[in-house]
């Protein structure tokens, strides 16, 4: 018996590619221009992805040792470009995969954002999702005039405001509005157009939008909230939800969770499409596989310095006074990702801070092997599960991962009956909701 097909999603950075290969190329210095990622997101939908989640931040970080250096040594977090601009060019040198853009509600105003978001979608056809993040880091508030983030649960409760304008927003062109009727005269009818007047403690808007929506009459949502407020805010508005959970029985529990969280608000669970993270490492055979994910774990310094770097900009939590071989503190908190500080704090339990951190990878579920192994791995993950989707994470990006994941696992999975071979809705919403 093998699982019901089910979907993929790619995560996708706008930073620099996985510059030491020996596969670099020139990429590490020409992606700037966008080939690079046309050339990826091209050979996504091809392998019959469902879509693109480009992440983002909005900040330099300089919080590990005080400084920019070790993350400029890295260039994990920049530079990197604005997923909403580059979502349009993705989406044009597309026809059917999906490009859900990252935007922070903390950092924008519901006018403009509902107005980026319903170009695009106009733009697309259809095929354009917002990943609603509330940020994380005080670094990023203060690029936007504020000293502070605002504490977690607030952030979440602004976003819920945040959330009701931009849908007002997006309501206030109704259907049949724009007539372009050269008989009458009229481009758009007025009484179909209407202002919204929406006043919230902390949003305020008029209306209407100076642009309809476009197809289905929004974007498509995509939210990765971990903490029960987060939770509860992706289960009343998503209909991607990201996730890293702990191996199979904790993408099942976090399903089963926003499941029934949905339920008791009213919605239908199943409009609701969880995507586990998953950084398979695929090999030619079983063995090659092995020895590269051995060699993973080999690269301690540098695995230490970028997961102490990465640690530090989401967390905005310094460990470089701690002496790194001593165990990891545990009074540590965050108003940062707070889910993902418990991860981290169950993965670094009675380690060291060196071997912590040299040996963590932001995903907690291993899969390594051949194509055809990872197929079958991911078979038996999602029977354990009962549905949805992976969200394949392997930063930094290379065309060999790129090609491993499109050329190799992807017609794997394929030939399993567990993956799409085509895509039988033009827009992103309606290929989430059907396989025929
Ligand atoms: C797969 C995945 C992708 C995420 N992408 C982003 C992102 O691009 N930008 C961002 O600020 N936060 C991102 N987050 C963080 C989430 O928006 C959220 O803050 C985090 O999951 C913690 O949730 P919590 O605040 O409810 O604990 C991502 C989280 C996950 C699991």
């Not at 519901?110 to 733009?123: G, K």
């Not at 301690?300 to 770097?309: A, C, G, I, P, W």
Request: hydrophobic share 40%; with cysteine; net charge negative.
């Amino acid at each position: 018996m093998s699982a019901d097909p089910f979907r993929l999603g790619w995560f996708g950075n706008l930073t620099a590619p996985e510059w030491k290969t020996p596969y670099r190329g020139n990429d590490p210095l020409t992606w700037f221009n966008g080939d690079f990622h046309v050339d990826m997101v091209q050979n996504l939908e091809r392998a019959g992805f469902d879509f693109i989640m480009l992440e983002d931040s909005l900040m330099v970080p300089d919080i590990y040792q005080g400084t920019a250096e070790i993350e400029l040594k890295h260039a994990r977090y920049a530079p990197k470009m604005d997923p909403v601009v580059a979502a349009a060019m993705l989406a044009r040198a597309t026809k059917h995969i999906g490009i859900i853009a990252t935007a922070s509600s903390t950092f924008s105003h519901p006018y403009q954002l509902a107005r980026q978001f319903a170009t695009i979608n106009n733009l697309s056809g259809g095929r354009v999702g917002w990943n609603v993040v509330t940020s994380s880091e005080d670094r990023a508030a203060q690029n936007f005039g504020l000293d502070k983030l605002p504490e977690h649960d607030l952030r979440y409760e602004m976003a819920e405001e945040f959330m009701a304008a931009v849908k007002a927003l997006w309501g206030s062109w109704g259907e049949g509005a724009i007539l372009a009727d050269a008989e009458s005269g009229y481009y758009a009818d007025f009484e179909k157009v209407q202002p919204v007047h929406y006043e919230g403690e902390y949003y305020k808007t008029r209306g209407p939008l100076n642009i309809p929506a476009g197809p289905n009459g929004r974007p498509v949502i995509c939210q990765a909230g971990g903490s029960p407020r987060g939770r509860d805010f992706a289960a009343k508005h998503a209909d991607v939800i990201l996730a890293i959970p702990n191996g199979a029985a904790g993408a099942k529990e976090y399903r089963d969770d926003i499941r029934r969280r949905a339920a008791l608000i009213g919605r239908d669970p199943d409009e609701i499409k969880v995507f586990s993270v998953v950084y398979p490492i695929v090999g030619e055979t079983a063995r090659d596989a092995e020895e590269k994910n051995a060699a993973w774990y080999a690269r301690k310094q540098h695995n230490f310095e970028v997961q102490m770097t990465h640690f530090a900009a989401t967390m905005e939590i310094d460990f470089s006074p701690y002496d790194p071989d001593q165990p990891i503190p545990d009074d540590v908190s965050t108003n940062g990702h707070q889910s993902t500080l418990e991860i981290w704090r169950k993965q670094l339990a009675g380690k060291t801070i060196r071997e912590g951190f040299s040996g963590m990878r932001v995903q907690t579920t291993e899969m390594v092997g051949t194509p055809d192994g990872i197929a079958a791995q991911m078979d038996e993950f999602m029977q354990e599960v009962g549905g949805d989707g992976f969200l394949i994470y392997g930063q930094p990006i290379s065309r060999q991962y790129v090609a491993e994941m499109t050329d190799g696992v992807a017609p794997a999975l394929q030939r399993r009956g567990l993956l799409r071979t085509s895509y039988a809705h033009d827009t992103l919403l309606g290929n989430l909701n059907s396989f025929s």
